[in-house]
């Protein structure tokens, strides 16, 4: 079949060494040289597919988890949860949870999720008698939530893809990103005990509830952070903003919080966030130039086509094709990251969506659920890798401590396959 022959050529590249955008564009060319004998009008192609003004969202929500993070918003929000959590059981663990949860809402990124989170909440688990199988396991599933709960990078990426409404699939990943947040309190609840603290005396004890007057002023250093949010994805819901322009304007006021409110943002700072965006900015177009020429030779070779006619001729339907999508995209999330992923599969598939019936947005959200499976799924597993810089813990057992997290999260895969109105009850109350 012409899709996973190109793919599988693809594959070679790679594991000789080629960089991803370079192998696509050296793949692309040399199969439309060969087929077509004429690649004089790609450059013109390539312009139209990047002139594009919703990309520009991607690097400005970036950008903004950038300056939260200089900002130190991270210790105010897990000090918040903490302070409200923290005479439960695995009362750490669930605030490192609802942490990652309020983060997600704030960084629409996956790794910066586990990397800021981890840094602070890590320590403070083992501090209370956490195992390190259950510190390592809640940051690596927790930090997956990023680029589930809007906003959300990748699901920015698939609606270029695709022309789906971003606002939709910001909609669509709420009430699945609360599901997966409260599997993995609910796991923490049940495997982790009561946090401890040793006291002057040598003895440990359970952590007391904390008081009115404690979470109170928990809840007001956290204000501002938790005010981003709202303004950011309520913009969009109402019609305020354009995608890309509350990606912006949520870009202005993260620095506004970070350099007024917070006091951590200098010149230096800045400069180091906004040279960030530039190369994530670049590297990403990099990767579109490579994936629109991917498809379009794809698209000459009919490679659509022929997946179509093949899941029409085995009969798949829409669950066996969905769960034969899955399959795939977490072989391939073994050794390729999210926006390559997305790039590479979606425009293949439109076709497939189209002919089943399969709602994009839906399928948009078991993408994204998927692309957190791979990100906790060696080898290439950012988040752990990430886990591992932090901690210096030997990286299998990390892995190890993923494995759960895993589990869950194919869990949710197939909760919503079985129930889509848990990902499209939202967008439809909210009028997309």
């Given at each position: ?17 080629v ?12 199969v ?39 900002g ?54 083992l ?55 409260a ?29 009115l ?9 956290s ?66 130039i ?6 379009y030779?794809?698209?000459?070779l009919?490679?659509?086509q ?21 399959v795939?995209l977490?072989?391939l999330?073994l ?69 759960p ?28």
């Amino acid at each position: 079949m012409t899709f996973l022959a190109t793919l599988a050529g693809l594959l070679v590249l790679l594991y000789l060494g080629v960089p991803m955008f370079a192998a696509m564009v050296l793949l692309s060319l040399g199969v439309l040289w060969g087929t077509e004998g004429n690649i004089a009008t790609l450059g013109e192609f390539v312009f139209g597919k990047l002139d594009s003004y919703l990309l520009v969202a991607v690097p400005l929500f970036m950008l903004m988890a950038h300056f939260m993070v200089r900002g130190r918003v991270v210790d105010d929000l897990f000090h918040t949860a903490h302070t409200m959590l923290r005479h439960v059981r695995g009362g750490v663990c669930v605030a490192t949870v609802a942490a990652c949860t309020v983060f997600a809402a704030i960084s629409g990124s996956s790794v910066a999720t586990a990397l800021t989170i981890g840094k602070v909440a890590i320590p403070q688990m083992l501090r209370y008698g956490v195992s390190r199988k259950g510190a390592f396991g809640v940051v690596a599933g927790g930090g997956t939530l990023g680029i589930l709960i809007p906003p959300s990078a990748p699901m920015v990426l698939y609606a270029y893809v695709t022309e789906a409404s971003v606002g939709a699939l910001f909609a669509a990943g709420v009430i699945p990103g609360l599901m997966m947040a409260a599997m993995f309190a609910l796991y923490s609840v049940v495997t982790e005990g009561r946090p401890k603290a040793v006291g002057d005396d040598g003895i440990a004890r359970p952590l007391p509830r904390a008081s009115l007057a404690e979470m109170g002023g928990a809840l007001r250093k956290s204000l501002w952070a938790l005010t981003l949010p709202p303004f950011v994805l309520g913009g969009i819901y109402f019609g305020i903003f354009t995608p890309t322009e509350a990606a912006g304007t949520g870009a202005l006021w993260a620095l506004l919080l970070a350099a007024f409110v917070y006091r951590q943002m200098s010149l230096a700072a800045l400069w180091d966030g906004v040279s960030e965006a530039t190369r994530t900015a670049a590297m990403l177009f990099m990767i579109i130039i490579g994936a629109s020429l991917y498809g379009y030779m794809l698209t000459k070779l009919n490679a659509p086509q022929e997946l179509t006619q093949l899941v029409v001729n085995l009969g798949l339907g829409r669950t066996g094709f969905l769960l034969a999508m899955g399959v795939l995209l977490f072989l391939l999330g073994l050794i390729l990251e999210s926006f390559s992923i997305i790039l590479l599969t979606t425009p293949a598939i439109l076709p497939v969506l189209d002919a089943l019936a399969i709602d994009k947005v839906w399928y948009g959200v078991l993408l994204t659920l998927n692309l957190e499976l791979a990100l906790i799924s060696p080898p290439v597993a950012l988040n752990l890798v990430v886990i591992k810089a932090i901690t210096g813990a030997p990286l299998s057992e990390v892995n190890m401590a993923a494995i759960p997290y895993m589990a869950m999260l194919a869990l949710g895969i197939v909760l919503i396959i079985a129930f889509p109105d848990i990902a499209l009850w939202l967008p439809r109350v909210a009028g997309y």
